[in-house]
């Protein structure tokens, strides 16, 4: 079992920065992979980044590519997730997941671990 708690939301203006936090606890997770994901009202969940356990690689969607930026601390139990140019159609819940395979995937259904969430708002 793996706990995450996100941390960092809050409301910046277009083109503003925010730094996302997520925490883990439980069982090793240093060997997860760690995907952040992210749900606008009305909209689907949708994939934002993904990172492999070790840290090597990762993924993003195309909408964030070059603007966010994952990244890990196996030896805090902590995922960042760096939000640069911040833009409103960026506004959304943003959660962290842990998927045990340990790579970075981008399919939602992978991971098995959730967090609550953490809201991010940008205002245009």
């Known amino acids: 079992q793996v706990h995450v708690v996100e941390s960092g939301g809050g409301l910046v203006q277009a083109g503003g920065s925010l730094r996302l936090s997520c925490a883990a606890s439980?069982?090793?997770?240093?060997?997860?992979?760690m995907g952040w994901f992210r749900q606008a009202p009305g909209k689907e969940r949708e994939f934002v980044a993904a990172?492999?356990?070790?840290?090597?690689?990762?993924n993003y969607a195309d909408s964030v590519k070059g603007r966010f930026t994952i990244s890990r601390d196996n030896a805090k139990d902590t995922v960042f997730l760096q939000m640069n140019s911040l833009i409103p159609e960026d506004t959304a819940v943003y959660y962290c997941?842990?998927?045990?395979?340990?790579?970075?995937?981008?399919?939602?259904?992978?991971?098995?671990?959730w967090g609550q969430g953490t809201q991010v708002t940008v205002s245009s």
């Open positions: 997941a842990a998927a045990r395979t340990g790579y970075a995937l981008t399919y939602s259904p992978a991971y098995e671990y």
């Open positions: 990172i492999r356990w070790t840290g090597s690689s990762a």
């Open positions: 439980g069982r090793i997770f240093s060997t997860y992979g």
